[in-house]
């Protein structure tokens, strides 16, 4: 009987999961789901010690509107803002020319910032309820609530380990009977622990600050937008001509130089000239006297 009742409720619950209509988070304002029940603090629980932090990304009609907005809520519920980094990205440029002088260029850029809020602990769920007014769509949220109950105990049996560990080093280090070694090996000793309560110390302080402020870190973006900007068109400087007159007169003037220097260079080896002259004149002298004599000889065989 239990089985068959088992199976019977099982259907009931199944058709009745069927049946429900698909819920949309348009359908529902932004503050019922940009907070949580992890963002409350329960009065009654005085046991546990919670960390409470929310990343919220989301986009906003205009950021630096919203900008302004958020860190005045954050101010009003006694928080404040630990950092805020508002930047504009240029996406794309496109440059028309207008007039002669004119040219008209189009920015398309998108605003964004990265905040980081800090506020008391029992105005987590207030602050983030205002903040939803903002929201015109939600790209994801995210609130922990971490017990860090154990950590601070943790760092409390540390502290009074350490501080009854320098109560009794004191009190060895005030003895009649030490001896000068055993006191400067002591005090190094003592020291080192004292150095590491110290950071025990601020550890827990650490903790305890974030146990009381819980952290907002936000992301806020809107729709692209547009910027046209009218510049003044510079002109393109073109390289200078010589007209053809110049030009002429200068191709006749690099030609008697050239003639000049052409002159100059046969001026300079005239001796080989010469020199080259005088070999021609015997070679040719000698091949025609050569060839007188062969003629000589075939007219007259005897």
Known sequence: MEEIAREISNEEVYEEYEEAPDADASEYPAESYISSSAALENPADTTRSMI????IKFKVGDVIKSTYSIENIAVRQGGFVENSNLSSRIDNTKRTRIKKDSILVTSYYTISNKLTLRVPNTKLDTTLTEIAQFVAFMDYRVIEAKDVTLDLLS?????NRLKNFDNR??????????????VSSA???LLSKQAQADAAKLENMRILDKINFSTIELQLYQNQKIKYETIAREEEIKLYKTPFGTRLLDALEDGWFAIVEIFLFLVNIWSIILLGGIIFWV???WKRKRKLKKASN???PN
């Not at 409470?52 to 990343?55: L, N, V």
């Not at 760092?155 to 502290?159: F, V």
Request: aromatic share 4%.
């Open 187 to 189: 005090e190094s000793n």
């Open 52 to 55: 409470r932090t929310a990343h």
């Open 283 to 285: 070679v040719r002298y």
């Open 155 to 159: 760092k409390r049996l540390e502290q």
């Open 169 to 182: 080093m004191k009190s060895a280090i005030d003895g009649k009977d030490s001896k000068l070694g055993d």
């Open 298 to 300: 075939a007219n007259n």
